[in-house]
DNA sequence: CGTTAGCATTCTTAAAATTAGAGTGCTAAA
DNA sequence: TTTAGCACTCTAATTTTAAGAATGCTAACG
């Protein structure tokens, strides 16, 4: 590892610190250390380690006779080396169970949800992204006929997701036509992964192979324009309001970049989804998430499996300043909770 | 009317003061009318008119040696009398129209793009609420087997909107028998008002001469399940990061109370919900809303049409000081666009 | 040699004092 | 009725002052 080990006491005491710091948002000082924490240590012995964890680029000073704060570095130090971890409490995941107990109806439903759940426990931003559709598998088509122009194609997938599709058909296909269409659309592609029926779908060799019919058939228009959807990721946000009780927040123009970056819900999804490293936690501290304006920000994400090689991503959004035990335990167990509802669901 | 009539130097001294502090956000004193605005009337006259217009209740001061502020009634009687209409430039206009033309494929993307339209155009916040289901026509309605227990019923509105319901059904029923009743339920059902059919669906006398079936029938079953859903209006809101750049929410905790408003998706629905008065532009002036938190804030709003009898709201959130004549153009605007987008589409 | 007490030093923050200026209300004259 | 002039008030910005917090360093201690 790039990073020095760091002795005991070194390690102790940054542990100490962030902890302080997470709690109070004040600079800790050393006699706060003494005055707050049995370490056994005098405030001289202290504030020589504490020059030395500075050194090292762990913490800073805001000014000379202020206490230390931790830097991106000692958070990163910290997240990695130190924290211990703080399992929920059977209360926090009862709770969690009985949100999702009230709500498992549907699909849309759970997203919500999983939302309101991270925030209300987190206290901080709780953000859920809908899974890559195309990695998911197609269970059932159903195409409803709107007017004379256009269908509505109603995409079931395997993890209950439901995609409404306005598609635009050739003039005057008479009703008999489209339901011989959307019973053959479902015995040649039910079942597959969206991603593979759209590579048919686009590809003229593979939908004459597939449906055995000229292209300039009814079933290869309809399958060209059904399939022809880019991703859409859906973005479920909830929380945000937690932001204005952060003392580091107390400024507007501070707040105001945040809500900004939150509005685009592009950009959020870029900023949760994590698609190099499928499984397990990440914690993104400070301006690791590289988005202007949101420096001053740390992402705690997870995916989550719907089904199979199906993913999604859940996240909290905070303050570089947050209880990250806490919150990586609960990011934990709700993307576990996800996961084990959608398996059993289906 | 309740306001005495203001005679002609109060009338425009008041609309001068409105718009003047409209765009600048501060006080206005008697000197910067006299600068600005050509009134012939010297500084010391306009004092006395304003003290006059002070004591009518339509000024305030912040304190002694400031200028004047309207109060709400001062904005409840420009709004109502002194306000002169300022009609939209051909550009905007143009705008609003492509805006539209590049995303009317279907109905959410067209709420979606008309909350963005409205925070764009009038820089504040643009809210949209979709209209009232239950005043909807039934156009269509597809019964999706999801598995023994549930399926997916997708009713297809007339307005275009669709409604996804995941339904429990009793168990193991067969394949055919879904169909045979999902064709009996448009036969039946296609083209009564939701609001009729739930009637029908939760009253057991209608439901038997309807269907002319028992009440256990699978039939009168999946009817019961698929239109027991409650009222359901979707809350599309955008531009809320524009607040920040208004001067009068410089501090946090003013800026606070509204985005905790603001993330209740109910509480913004009641605000802007016109239900009482269905046609026209409704103006909320500051407290006028009745809703706490948003005390600074004024509410624009209209319904819209979507066909028949069918309503829908939008609006415009903004701080008190906003610039009426516009937004209320705006919103105007934007109501007869979609209502008329509605109807050509169908 | 590591640890600690003591102390001068530095810097922040809060409170108090000062000042400049903006706007009013009133009075008296046009 | 309108307007010029002026004393008065209050705000907001700036400076001054003071208090306090935490440090780094030095020297003593075990």
Chains 1, 2 share one sequence.
Request: aromatic share 6%; charged share 25%.
């Amino acid at each position: 590892m790039a990073t020095p080990a760091l002795d005991s006491r070194k390690h102790d005491v940054l542990e100490t610190i962030v902890d302080c710091y997470n709690r109070t948002a004040e600079p800790v000082s050393s006699q706060k250390i003494v005055r707050d924490y049995d370490m056994g240590l005098s405030a001289a012995t202290l504030r020589n380690t504490m020059a030395d964890l500075e050194e090292l680029g762990y913490l800073t000073h805001p000014h000379t006779s202020a206490g230390r704060i931790p830097t991106e570095q000692g958070y990163r130090v910290y997240v990695d080396n130190l924290m211990t971890d703080q399992k929920l409490s059977r209360k926090e995941k009862q709770f969690i169970r009985d949100r999702y107990a009230s709500a498992r109806r549907d699909f849309e439903e759970i997203m919500e949800q999983t939302s309101k759940i991270l925030s209300a426990i987190s206290h901080h931003i709780g953000v859920v992204l809908s899974p890559e559709l195309h990695q998911s598998i197609l269970r059932r088509l159903e195409l409803i006929s709107i007017d004379s122009e256009h269908i509505l194609a109603v995409l079931l997938m395997a993890s209950g997701a439901v995609k409404n599709q306005v598609v635009s058909i050739p003039k005057d296909l008479p009703d008999e036509e489209l339901y011989r269409i959307n019973r053959i659309l479902n015995e040649k592609l039910a079942g597959l992964p969206l991603k593979q029926i759209r590579q048919i779908s686009q590809d003229p060799v593979k939908l004459r192979a597939v449906f055995d019919r000229p292209l300039s058939d009814p079933i290869t228009v309809v399958t060209q324009n059904t399939f022809a959807l880019e991703q859409e990721i859906h973005v479920y946000i909830d929380g945000t309001s937690n932001f204005f009780s952060q003392p580091e927040f107390g400024e507007v123009r501070k707040i105001e970049s945040l809500f900004r970056v939150l509005e685009q819900k592009e950009q959020v999804a870029d900023l949760l989804s994590a698609r190099q490293e499928p499984l397990g936690i990440q914690v993104l501290i400070g301006s690791e998430n590289g988005c202007e304006g949101m420096e001053m920000c740390s992402i705690v994400r997870s995916s989550y499996r719907v089904r199979g090689n199906q993913f999604g991503t859940i996240g909290v959004i905070g303050p570089t300043r947050m209880a990250y035990p806490r919150i990586v335990s609960i990011v934990k167990f709700t993307s576990q909770m996800i996961s084990k509802l959608f398996e059993e669901s289906l």
